[in-house]
RNA sequence: CGGGCUGUAGUGUAGUGGUAGCACGAGUCCUUCGGGAGGAUUUAGCUCCGGUUCGAAUCCGGGCAGCCCGACCA
């Protein structure tokens, strides 16, 4: 890709009306617009980084034997009236008549919604256990948007439901579905806490909230600098709380944080209310055992540009990226004594070729605003050809994260950047 | 929903009663060319409604919008 096609270009100043910085960085780095509050468009370049997010997700959930498929957001009053929730979740659901006077919902939530579909599918316990995941916008009237993309009202959601014939197999489920949500967030180069949490209004077993330090987060969590273990503010019931529960050790402390995804145990609550029913080894009629399991991916996106930044800039981690590599060529216009423009070129399309995503600056900028767009959108690695490197038949490349610059001789180029996507991220998105 | 703050070119800001200025951006031309370079020229604005006043960006009331704190947050 061009630079100078880019339909949005860079802002050298913050927005006035954004407060938190990773939301400050997004908006000047064109990742983000805002529409009202609590509602944003993802620019072409969020977009990329937004559906990396949704590719990693994707992955780990078809891993361990989710099924994607895609529900409406425009419910029914009536699906939320058989689980009593139009009047449990109250104001946070988007209310709205259509032209028939009729009563819908846009969904904040899908436990509703798939227990409604699943009774007409669910026959006998030869199917089960059945995992369904969607990756999809979710609405709610959230009193208070905040902090850029940490809480919005129109959000897009990975939610994945889990529908077992026993206790025993959705507790076994639930540690698996916990492993994959490490996985993420390792390659997310981002340190989740697993915390403990309450159950919320879907059930009275604990549940578990994945929080990234951050003081644009909204939750307070006790972290014990010894073992990691973590517990949400809203389970301590003893205000004074020393030792942690797992090591002992008093070494709790309290940090502010970003719930990037929780996992619920929700038991037969849903299922007895909508008749999922299956049938147990002794032949009895038995409720289905479900889990719920939701990832904000907008909100990682947030929490990213958040943790994850300097004075320059954003700093995406690899498997995000909204491109792998930002191109600089540097010439002297109409003085190409070098071949500069030429050999750029060659490498752009040997590195595409590969399989990489690139920018290529031919904007008839200086260098240094070449190289301040670089850095400002995070891309990790940065290349630069110029008289200076092609004098050494090498181009010169910088490690956004670390500042690390090396010399690569122009044939070895192609074989450094793949060399970097491996090692620099443990983790590769197919 | 309570409390606080704020709305001025595309963006960021100055302007507290007497005809709105700066910077960035964008366009054209020239110079420059490894960290947002310099010059010339062009571009474009007082959130809306009402009130006070000879006169309102400025004061008063209301609406709308945004931000922060709190409440809320499957």
New binding site residues.
Partial sequence: MYVSKLAF????????????PG?QLLVRAGFVE?N????YTYLPLGLRVLKNVAALIRKEMDAIGGQELLMPALTPKAIWDISG?WE??G??LYKLKDGQDKTLSLA??H?DVLSAIMVHHLSGNDRLPIYLYQIQN?F?D???????LI?TREFL?K?LYSFNASVDDLNKFYEIVKEAYVRIFKACEVKAYVTQASG???SKENSHEFMVESSAG??RVLVCSECSFAKNMEVVNDEKQQGCDECKKSTMQEIKAVEVG?I?KLGTKFSEAFGLYTTNEEGDKVPVVMG?Y?I?LGRIMGTIAEVSSDD??LIWPTVLAPYHIYLVP?????VDLGNVTEIAQRIYKDLQESGFDILYDDR??????K??????LGIPL?L??????LKENSV?I?ERKTGK?TLVPVGLVTEFVGHFMVSGSQYVVN
């Avoid at 009202?36 to 509602?39: A, D, P």
């Avoid at 959230?142 to 850029?148: D, F, I, T």
């Fill in positions: 270009r860079t802002k050298k100043e913050n927005p006035s009306d954004e407060f938190s939301a805002k009202f509050s609590g509602v929730r449990v979740l104001d946070i904040p939530t436990e979710k709610r959230e009193p208070r948007a905040k902090s850029g809480r959601m939610d919320g209004t879907f909204e939750d929780n619920f719920s939701g904000g320059h800039g540097l010439e002297k216009s109409g008839e900028k200086s260098a240094g605003e190289f301040g767009d670089a850095d400002i940065r630069v050809v110029s008289e200076k490197t010169e910088k610059i």
